[in-house]
């Protein structure tokens, strides 16, 4: 089943350690995303990508980095976690179909630094 | 101001109520608009997708866009204690990224 894979779900980690967020999708998808998400706050892009060894940083500024070394995998790092690094990190993918693109979401990883 | 306005609520209604939930937006290159559903803690799912203006239906779900009034409105039917999520407008232009309103969020009681 074609589908996007966030891990971990929750990640609870102390401050200054280097953390990987994984993502991963089955459906084909070139274009893939990470929005930031705070509880009950709007979504916030930070990186995307529109293809292998393509990568641009979004709107809101994020100290994390990503790669796309593969069409279906997009990880994000952060060096060295802080406790403002507290958040909901989605990922997406977007279908290629039509010219209004539709964002497919995986279910997200909460990240809580202590 | 930002390009795209929703009320954040939350909107409280009871079971069977009919919800409208709105959001307006000022690019008029806007040519699609979708709507998608999020519940709590997890990711965006998408629940209606539109081009241009006109009227949508999916079940007990209407989608409506207004373009000379910069105007989108999701309507449910007969709402349910399992439609209580966020619900989040977006749009866009031909090859553009997404532009997301900031939610509402919908209580539906029992």
């Known amino acids: 089943e074609a589908d996007i894979y966030q891990t971990p779900r929750y990640l609870v980690i102390g401050t200054g350690k280097k953390i990987t967020l994984e993502c991963s999708q089955t459906?084909?998808?070139?274009?893939m995303y990470w929005y930031q998400q705070d509880p009950g706050m709007e979504l916030h892009l930070i990186h995307y990508s529109y293809g292998v060894n393509s990568t641009e940083k979004g709107d809101l500024s994020s100290e994390s980095t990503v790669s796309r070394i593969r069409t279906e995998h997009f990880p994000l790092t952060l060096e060295s976690a802080r406790p403002s690094h507290t958040s909901q990190y989605l990922c997406a993918s977007s279908d290629p179909g039509g010219l209004g693109e539709k964002l497919f979401f995986g279910s997200g990883t909460q990240l809580s630094v202590l | 101001q930002k390009e795209v306005e929703q009320d954040p609520g939350p909107l409280s209604v009871p079971e069977g109520a009919i919800v409208s939930l709105n959001c307006t937006y000022s690019n008029s290159a806007f040519q699609y608009f979708m709507w998608y559903r999020q519940y709590s803690r997890k990711g965006p799912e998408l629940l209606m997708y539109?081009?241009?203006?006109g009227n949508k239906e999916d079940g007990r779900f209407t989608a409506q866009v207004d373009k000379s009034s910069k105007y989108i409105s999701l309507f449910i039917r007969d709402s349910q204690p399992s439609d209580s999520a966020t619900y989040l407008c977006?749009?866009?232009?031909?090859?553009?990224?997404?532009?997301f309103g900031g939610g509402t969020r919908l209580m539906v009681k029992p």
């Open positions: 539109t081009y241009s203006s």
């Open positions: 977006a749009m866009t232009r031909a090859g553009n990224m997404l532009t």
């Open positions: 459906m084909g998808h070139d274009k």
